[in-house]
């Protein structure tokens, strides 16, 4: 597992590969990138925007110096799946 854009020429090089048939294929960011290759690539989404949100918000707590800031914050993530994969 890569990032969506790191796929792209590995894929496009692999093309004479039966994906998700021989192997499965799984990007990460879930980018614009994931939908414009064929096959359109599963990608996990890691909520790029609720986890630069979140720690934001945890950076300028950490700053006003609040008590209690959470030490471990957990972002969700999801698995988008497209046809590079078949599960």
Known sequence: MCSDLQHLPWMHAQNY????????VTG??????AVSCEPELTSV????????????QHMIALLEKQEEVEQQILVPCEIVRRCTTDF
């Open 45 to 56: 989404d890691n909520q790029l925007e609720l986890l630069c949100q979140t720690t934001v």
């Open 28 to 33: 990460y960011n879930n980018s614009i990138m």
């Open 17 to 24: 590969l039966a994906i998700p048939d021989e192997f499965s």
